[in-house]
């Protein structure tokens, strides 16, 4: 019975595949993926391909309900609520996925030093890290843009600055778990320096954690730039944003309940893909299931060295 990995993992995609609620889960998570990242592209790159009206463009339709010329009604000033909701989800989508980059970066550098680190310096790193992990999310992004002023940019630096703590957790405990396997005791025993231990060796094994702790937390960063715009410290109205369109919309609630309604639904279907496909990719990415990026590093990097051996034995 062969034991090979490459072998094994060829194998287990041939299986038939799951049915039942696993076969329900996995449909729905690549559907969720697939409508994520459709959206996302039209959302940010041509929003006018859903809406052609301007968003700030005022009319005499006042405070009109959803009907064939405005599917979602209009506002006070008759600006048509539909194409708020789609260029309203710029800003929101910009702040999020910019602030979890951010924050997968700074998370993923602090983890790997406070993992590799000696005793003293990882239990100075991650004590800080643990200090921002007992405050709040909302309570750091409100303290940091009280400081740098309101704006997208404010909030992507919020987003960054507030997740950045939970990334580190999660890293370093994964590198400190990978310290001890036997391949990166080997790298050590053979001379690999503390840096390139980390590159060849710690932070590929690390990328299936991150990509799916970086899709969940969207969903998070979505929800916390919302709040912050509907707390009035995003974007600044005329210009479409979902937080404070639904700010602006619950003051009317019982009489224009499609001003809130239908940003709210657009935050709620927003972070219900976030989370759906970041389930799936959990799910893809689990090494037992589906496809790991640190394997396939090393086996890439075999071949390379293969090859540079054939090469000089030429």
Known sequence: MTTDPLTLGVAARRTPKPAGIKGLKATIGRTALAVAVLLLVVLLVAPGL?????????????????????????????????????????PVL?????????????????????????????????????VFLALPVLLIALILIATAGSGVRSIVLAIG??????????????????????????????????LRTSWR?????????????????????????????FLGLGVRLPAPDWGSDLAAGATNLADAWWLSTFPG????????LANFAGDHLMRVLDPREGVRFGR???????????????????
């Open 50 to 90: 859903l809406a052609h009206v301007s968003p700030i463009a005022t009319s005499d339709a006042n405070l009109q309900g959803p009907s064939g010329s405005h599917l979602f009604g209009t506002d006070l000033l008759g600006r048509d609520v539909f194409s708020r909701t789609v260029y309203g989800a710029r």
């Open 94 to 130: 910009l702040a999020s996925l910019l602030g979890v980059l951010v924050a997968t970066a700074a998370g993923v550098a602090i983890g790997v030093l406070g993992g590799v680190a000696p005793r003293l310096v990882n239990a100075l790193v991650m004590r800080l890290v643990d």
């Open 161 to 194: 600055i507030a997740f950045t703590p939970g990334f580190a957790r999660v890293v370093e405990s994964s590198v400190r778990r990978l310290r001890r396997a036997e391949y990166v005791e080997a790298a050590r025993v053979f001379g690999s320096t503390t």
């Open 201 to 229: 060796h710690l932070i590929p094994n690390l990328l299936t954690e991150v990509v799916v702790l970086g899709s969940s937390a969207i969903g998070w960063g979505v929800l916390t730039a919302t709040t912050l715009s």
């Open 265 to 272: 639904l657009a935050i709620m279907a927003t972070i219900l």
């Open 296 to 314: 396939l590093f090393r086996l890439a990097a075999a071949r390379r060295s293969a090859t540079g051996d054939g090469g000089d034995d030429a």
